[in-house]
Structures are given as C-alpha cells and as structure tokens.
C-alpha cells in the first residue's frame, strides 16, 4: 500500500471512475495552482472496484456543475484542520454554462460569439441535454 499524507486544509475528490481523474485535472485547470495535489489512479473500491482519487491540499473553489457533468457519482470532501468537515455527493447538473458547446451551425451561439453556450438536462436517465437556444441534443 503506497502512503500519502493525509491534508490539512483542502478537498479530497473521491468516487471518480477509475481513468477519469487526469480529465477533470484538466478540465480544473489544477495545474494552475500552487499547492500539493496527489492523484491516486486505480485504488481498491468497495462499491466500484476501482477509482480514482484527487487530494488537494489548498482550500480552492470547484465548479461542482462540471464534476457532476463529467461524473455524478463523485464525491467531495472538504478539510478543515486535518477533519472532514463536509462530504458532498454531485448529481448531474440542470444547467450547464459553458461547459459544452452547441454543434448546431444554425444556433444563435454560432453567430454571436459573447452567448454563451447553455444547455439543459432534459432526460436524466440518458444523460441527455439540449441547448436552450435551438434545442438541439449535446453529443459529448
């Protein structure tokens, strides 16, 4: 087993599906930060086999619509003074802004470059949005 300290003051992004934890690196833009950050890929889990883990040991505002877009089944943990103060479960976001882009050439988004690209949740089961300007189906 591979020891990594525990943090003092930050957030612990647990659940991720096992794989994914590079992307939402990216998509946080944890490069930017300067602070310790330990991604952990493939530890053992009780309820998915296996997942990844991001420490971060800085007390840092996270886009939770993102991670919930990316995967619901994450968990946040926040840190205070080395106790877990609050665990957050994320679901799929209602809206999300900016997140994805309409494909639609037709869409207003197209032709006006400062809109940004909204998109609602319109079938939770599927994971399906759509955009509120032409409503067409996002495919990523």
Do not use: W
């Not at 890929?41 to 997942?51: C, D, T």
């Not at 007390?59 to 943990?77: E, F, H, K, R, S």
Request: charged share 30%; net charge negative; proline share 4%.
């Amino acid at each position: 087993m591979m020891n990594i300290d525990p943090i003092k003051n930050g957030i612990v992004i647990d659940h991720i599906k096992a794989g994914k934890s590079m992307e939402l690196y990216h998509y946080l833009n944890l490069e930017n930060l300067d602070c310790s950050i330990a991604i952990i890929k493939n530890a053992p889990s009780k309820k998915l086999g296996k997942k990844d883990i991001i420490k971060i040991d800085a007390a840092i505002n996270i886009d939770l619509d993102v991670l919930g877009y990316i995967d619901p089944d994450i968990t946040i943990d926040t840190i205070k003074d080395g106790v877990l103060v609050d665990k957050r479960h994320l679901e799929l976001p209602e809206i999300l802004t900016g997140v994805i882009k309409c494909k639609n050439p037709r869409c207003i988004t197209s032709t006006e470059q400062e809109l940004a690209h909204t998109f609602k949740l319109t079938d939770r089961e599927n994971r399906v949005y759509r955009c509120i300007y032409c409503e067409a189906e996002s495919n990523e």
